[in-house]
């Protein structure tokens, strides 16, 4: 059964940093490139950055350089590492596979809050 699971949020200062970690279960995560996303209050949920399979990656330009997403030695477990975080990337964060018809994906996860803020 697929299951995500995101950890790894809170509230940090501007230019501080954290890492987030997903979890996933089920055989379609593992053969999938996965993503981070996010979506902030009032706003539609936007991709953040994605890996595939062989660890080739893609970045939003508002991250770009400041964000590294990786993959875990398990393949079922992705990472976010935020560094010089801004109070513009206040979101909640999810992971979940990538495809090119994304918006339409069914199952997510709870996602985690990240709060930039002083």
């Known amino acids: 059964q697929e299951q995500l699971v995101e950890s790894g949020g809170g509230l940090v200062q501007p230019g501080g940093s954290l890492t987030l970690s997903c979890a996933a279960s089920?055989?379609?995560?593992?053969?999938?490139?996965m993503a981070w996303y996010r979506q902030a209050p009032g706003k539609q949920r936007e991709l953040v950055a994605r890996?595939?399979?062989?660890?080739?990656?893609f970045y939003a330009d508002s991250v770009k350089g400041r964000f590294t997403i990786s993959r875990g030695s398990a393949q079922n477990t992705i990472y976010l590492y935020m560094n010089s975080l801004k109070p513009e990337d206040t979101a909640v964060y999810f992971c979940?596979?990538?495809?090119?018809?994304?918006?339409?994906?069914?199952?997510w996860g709870q996602g985690t809050q990240v709060t930039v803020s002083s």
């Open positions: 089920g055989k379609l995560f593992t053969l999938s490139t």
């Open positions: 979940n596979r990538w495809t090119t018809d994304w918006v339409r994906l069914i199952y």
């Open positions: 890996i595939s399979r062989s660890e080739n990656t």
